[in-house]
């Protein structure tokens, strides 16, 4: 049996097994492709996308403890002394170029540079990112009262077949919310959020916008487009596990609070906004899309041997600690970033084609 709820329609390693001898990276190598599904205010189609060709951008600071390392092209705008510090572990190391500020000094800017495998120069200009533009989500936002109270359903299988507005979302006990899109985006919009020991599938073809304007909580090996408890009891290491679509689904997370996305075998296949709260995300959670935040301040990745997250992280604001036995396969932008603590863990560049569900101008960086 099926419960249908109809609502109003919105409108308006993995530890890193790598060696140096596995380890293969050229300048033509691709970036994430850049397929902007909306264009922001201001922006036009002519504008020139970023290209993520990088495994690290850090703004202005780099350490690299424990036994971890960065498999990839990193680069850094900083100049001052130590600002790029690889720690004396034999496993602290770049296993790829290292670009520093404009003029910098590498034996100045870089502790124990005999760690970079790829060699270290200066760039060639200033190099920064923009803060993402959520404004065509916040356009999305409907103001005033839910126009449903509390979705709390007590039965197996459970659809929701059109846009709607509730006061909370509230899904335990392992049940399986259909979520049928059909071919349209479909939004579903709530102050607060719960999934425990639940799973969000996706019906249809279409894309699903969650916006979650208070509280979001993901815990007890809970899923959002994963296809169910079974999927998701199965091991995902790469793209070439996933059954289901990360272009087809978003999370806009508007709350000031710290964005939890899980500590235990929780999983999201697909994009990931925060507009300005810290983020967490540990144990053996995992996210496969992309995470966008304009928080200035932490977001923290710790915990499994599995990626933590499968594609870009864009927080050109925030400082990221990549913790424990946690690892990021793919591209980070931060403004900080400390890795270490756990065995071969950190950052792996990866080529990944998911789409971008906002718009994200060139930095403007000249690279020798």
């Not at 189609?45 to 600071?61: K, Q, R, Y």
């Not at 985006?185 to 699903?208: P, V, W, Y």
Request: proline residues 7%; contains cysteine.
């Amino acid at each position: 049996m099926r419960q249908l709820i109809f609502g109003i329609l919105l409108v308006g390693g993995i530890c890193f097994g790598s060696s140096i001898s596995n380890f293969m990276w050229t300048r033509e190598s691709p970036g994430i492709p850049i397929s902007p599904l909306v264009l922001p205010s201001g922006q036009t189609p002519s504008s020139t996308p970023a290209v993520f060709d990088f495994a690290l951008f850090s703004n202005i600071d780099i350490e690299i403890k424990g036994s971890s390392s960065i498999w990839g092209p990193v680069r850094t705008s900083a100049t001052s002394e130590h600002s790029v510090r690889l720690g004396p572990a034999d496993g602290n190391r770049i296993f790829g170029p290292l670009t520093i500020g404009l003029n910098g000094i590498p034996n100045t800017v870089v502790d124990r540079p005999g760690k970079v495998n790829g060699g270290i120069v200066p760039a060639e200009d200033v190099c920064s990112y923009h803060s993402p533009d959520y404004r065509h989500f916040d356009n999305l936002i409907i103001s005033g009262n839910p126009t449903h109270a509390n979705f709390n359903p007590t039965i197996p299988y459970t659809e929701i077949s059109e846009s709607s507005y509730f006061e909370s979302f509230y899904v335990t006990g392992n049940i399986d919310v259909l979520i049928n899109t059909g071919t349209q985006d479909m939004i579903i919009q709530t102050k607060n959020f719960t999934l425990s020991a639940g799973h969000l599938i996706l019906l249809g073809t279409g894309r699903l916008i969650l916006i979650v304007q208070s509280s979001f909580t993901l815990s007890g090996s809970s899923s959002i487009n994963n296809n169910g408890k079974e999927q998701n009891d199965r091991p995902l290491n790469s793209i070439s596990d996933l059954v289901s679509d990360p272009n087809r689904f978003i999370l806009y997370y508007t709350g000031i609070d710290q964005l939890n996305l899980g500590t235990g075998k929780d999983r999201i296949i697909g994009s990931v906004m925060s507009r300005s709260a810290p983020i967490s995300a540990g144990g053996s959670s995992q996210v496969f899309g992309n995470i966008f935040s304009d928080t200035s301040g932490l977001i923290n990745i710790f915990g499994s041997v599995a990626p933590n997250l499968t594609g870009l992280l864009y927080a050109p604001n925030a400082n990221v600690k990549i913790i424990g036995s946690a690892n990021i396969k793919g591209s980070v932008v931060a403004k900080t970033i400390e890795i270490g603590s756990g065995t071969q863990c950190g950052i792996e560049y990866e080529f990944l084609p998911f789409d971008l569900p906002i718009f994200i101008p060139e930095a403007n960086c000249i690279i020798p």
